[in-house]
């Protein structure tokens, strides 16, 4: 990527008719075909004795991580929302991680490919309150307090969806520049300091979307609940 | 002075202006909500885990600003229409 270009997109390898095979589509293949790969080849000697594999460990380690982030979150069972999440926690966490590897260029440092996932929330958030609510139900929640929030609710919805993609785009992509431009001007220790922080806000950044993903999802489907254990209580209440 | 020296001009003290202004406020922000968090922590370290987390999605928000105005910099600085517009034109 030249020190011009702003997002890996402008970096074409190979050109057919209108479409373009750019350097996020190559690299997102990559890091999905490294996903799989990695996620067959542990997950092929599984053992439930003691002596398992550092690997199978290590996968052990983040599953249950992310299954108690999803359930602390939601107050739920987390089967419902972990490939969800957690796929978009593997995925970013593993483009952000890679972004140390000299040459590779992560995929998250483009606008596409956050806007992507940006928009996978804003379909999940509705499908998940549908699911959980009932489209009626789901959409009651836009005219509470009042129906003159009604515009604001919608505002929201799509305000938080732009908030999410420019939040990771601006961030993996200002890690990138920072380094090309060390690179220009003190190429010899620094860009690899710059590298390191890279890794830690890349870290935190895959995080924070999936916790604002199970957030989001949460706050759509939570009222519901609320409102039911509400009624059972009253009815409880009338029965005794 | 002619229009590419104007617009150059232009662009690199606006974005200068952009993020070294833009990243005050987040700044100010961000050092206040970890100020309160870690008191909160340091009275309740039993709490430690939903602090953490809460501070980590509120200092996202709050950094969205400042990244914001580190996107739009960037744009001035690396993709910005109106000087490929000039170069265009004298070009």
């Given at each position: 990527?030249?020190i011009k270009d702003i997002?890996?997109?402008?970096?074409?390898?190979?050109?057919?008719?209108?479409?373009?095979?750019?350097?996020?589509?190559?690299?997102?293949?990559?890091?999905?075909?490294?996903?799989?790969?990695?996620?067959?080849?542990?997950?092929?000697?599984?053992?439930?004795?003691?002596?398992?594999?550092?690997?199978?460990?290590?996968?052990?380690?983040?599953?249950?991580?992310?299954?108690?982030?999803?359930?602390?979150?939601?107050?739920?069972?987390?089967?419902?929302?972990?490939?969800?999440?957690?796929?978009?926690?593997?995925?970013?966490?593993?483009?952000?991680?890679?972004?140390?590897?000299?040459?590779?260029?992560?995929?998250?440092?483009?606008?596409?490919?956050?806007?992507?996932?940006?928009?996978?929330?804003?379909?999940?958030?509705?499908?998940?309150?549908?699911?959980?609510?009932?489209?009626?139900?789901?959409?009651?929640?836009?005219?509470?307090?009042?129906?003159?929030?009604?515009?604001?609710?919608?505002?929201?919805?799509?305000?938080?969806?732009?908030?999410?993609?420019v939040?990771?785009?601006g961030n993996?992509m200002s890690g990138v520049k920072i380094v090309a431009i060390l690179?220009a001007i003190a190429?010899?220790?620094f860009?690899?300091?710059m590298?390191?922080?890279?890794?830690?806000?890349?870290?935190?950044?895959?995080?924070?979307?999936?916790?604002?993903?199970?957030?989001?999802?949460?706050?759509?489907?939570?009222?519901?609940?609320?409102?039911?254990?509400?009624?059972?209580?009253?009815?409880?209440?009338?029965?005794? | 002075m002619?229009n590419i020296g104007l617009i150059g001009l232009a662009s690199v003290l606006a974005a200068g202006l952009t993020i070294g202004i833009g990243a005050i406020g987040p700044a100010i922000?961000e050092?206040?909500?970890?100020?309160?968090?870690?008191?909160?922590?340091?009275?309740?370290?039993?709490?430690?885990?939903?602090?953490?987390?809460?501070?980590?999605?509120?200092?996202?928000?709050?950094e969205s600003t400042a990244i914001y105005c580190f996107v739009v910099s960037m744009i001035i600085l690396f993709a910005n229409p109106f000087w490929d517009?000039v170069i265009?034109?004298?070009?």
């Amino acid at each position: 990527m030249d020190i011009k270009d702003i997002s890996p997109d402008q970096v074409v390898y190979f050109s057919l008719g209108p479409f373009d095979l750019n350097a996020t589509i190559a690299y997102t293949w990559g890091v999905m075909a490294l996903i799989v790969l990695v996620s067959i080849i542990v997950t092929n000697r599984m053992t439930a004795s003691e002596n398992m594999s550092r690997w199978q460990n290590f996968l052990e380690i983040v599953v249950d991580f992310l299954r108690r982030q999803i359930a602390d979150i939601s107050g739920e069972k987390p089967e419902l929302y972990m490939p969800y999440i957690g796929t978009l926690f593997v995925f970013i966490a593993v483009c952000n991680l890679l972004s140390v590897v000299p040459g590779f260029l992560p995929p998250t440092a483009s606008l596409s490919t956050t806007a992507a996932l940006a928009i996978t929330v804003f379909m999940a958030v509705i499908i998940f309150g549908v699911i959980k609510r009932g489209p009626l139900g789901y959409l009651r929640q836009y005219v509470k307090p009042t129906p003159m929030m009604l515009p604001f609710n919608i505002m929201g919805e799509f305000s938080r969806t732009l908030a999410l993609a420019v939040r990771l785009f601006g961030n993996i992509m200002s890690g990138v520049k920072i380094v090309a431009i060390l690179l220009a001007i003190a190429p010899l220790v620094f860009p690899v300091l710059m590298n390191a922080l890279g890794l830690l806000t890349g870290m935190i950044q895959a995080y924070i979307f999936a916790v604002l993903a199970m957030v989001y999802i949460a706050s759509a489907t939570r009222i519901e609940r609320e409102r039911h254990e509400k009624t059972q209580t009253t009815q409880g209440d009338s029965d005794g | 002075m002619d229009n590419i020296g104007l617009i150059g001009l232009a662009s690199v003290l606006a974005a200068g202006l952009t993020i070294g202004i833009g990243a005050i406020g987040p700044a100010i922000g961000e050092g206040r909500a970890v100020a309160q968090a870690l008191s909160s922590i340091a009275q309740q370290p039993d709490e430690a885990n939903t602090l953490t987390r809460t501070l980590f999605v509120g200092l996202a928000m709050i950094e969205s600003t400042a990244i914001y105005c580190f996107v739009v910099s960037m744009i001035i600085l690396f993709a910005n229409p109106f000087w490929d517009f000039v170069i265009n034109q004298g070009g």
